[in-house]
T-cell receptor, first 111, second 115 residues
Framework: TQLLEQSPQFLSIQEGENLTVYCNSSSVFSSLQWYRQEPGEGPVLLVTVVTGGEVKKLKRLTFQFGDARKDSSLHITAAQPGDTGLYLC???????????FGTGTRLKVLA | DTGVSQDPRHKITKRGQNVTFRCDPISEHNRLYWYRQTLGQGPEFLTY????????KSRLLSDRFSAERPKGSFSTLEIQRTEQGDSAMYLCASSLDDRGREKLFFGSGTQLSVL
């Protein structure tokens, strides 16, 4: 059974601080995605990474896929209150389109 | 707006009743997914369709859950004989095959409360 563990589970920081969220598994994924979810809404896709070692940047957000395609990280620089939300990683194994979601990291950025 | 639409947004039912939810995906998307999410947790995979074929179904689902996508367009998720443990947000997502780089677009979900 494929599992994605995220850490930390909760994170409360001040505006302007940097943070990193981790997504780890013992399984290999053909692709890995990061989503952000607001209360009462569905998750919204931020990025997809497919190549081991791949790094993608989206403004202040930097995403990295591990070399072995078993883990990923999301780094936010100079966090803002608008970054507050539930961050989710999701992956699909080889030969399947069954996307498994991680346990989630709830981020709160205080002004 | 041509996003994923789910109906109803909220459903309150009594234990033992049957409920049905509907999902209308983005029109050209060939894959449709159902997930269940409880407060503070990540979405839990239930099932997915490619066109009208149901390709995978979670082993966590009991026989009380069934999903259909009769013409490869909209989908329904039915829960029979609801239990209090079924209370959750039920999310639908759709995607277009993009050789591993596909993007899942989610609806706003149906919040189910079983009393």
């Amino acid at each position: 059974t494929q599992l994605l563990e995220q850490s930390p589970q909760f994170l409360s920081i001040q505006e302007g601080e940097n943070l990193t969220v981790y997504c780890n598994s013992s399984s290999v994924f053909s692709s890995l995605q990061w989503y952000r979810q607001e209360p009462g809404e569905g998750p919204v896709l931020l990025v997809t990474v497919v190549t081991g070692g791949e790094v993608k940047k989206l403004k202040r957000l930097t995403f990295q896929f591990g070399d072995a395609r078993k883990d990923s990280s999301l780094h936010i620089t100079a966090a803002q209150p608008g970054d507050t939300g539930l961050y989710l990683c999701a992956g699909a194994g080889s030969g399947t389109y069954k996307y498994i979601f991680g346990t989630g990291t709830r981020l709160k950025v205080l002004a | 707006d041509t996003g994923v639409s789910q109906d109803p947004r909220h459903k309150i039912t009594k234990r033992g009743q049957n409920v049905t939810f509907r999902c209308d995906p983005i029109s050209e998307h060939n894959r449709l997914y159902w997930y269940r999410q409880t407060l503070g947790q990540g979405p839990e995979f239930l099932t997915y369709f490619q066109n009208e074929a149901q390709l995978e179904k979670s082993r966590l689902l009991s026989d009380r859950f069934s999903a259909e996508r009769p013409k490869g367009s909209f989908s329904t998720l039915e829960i029979q004989r609801t239990e209090q443990g079924d209370s959750a947000m039920y999310l639908c997502a759709s995607s277009l095959d993009d050789r591993g780089r596909e993007k899942l677009f989610f609806g706003s979900g149906t919040q189910l409360s079983v009393l």
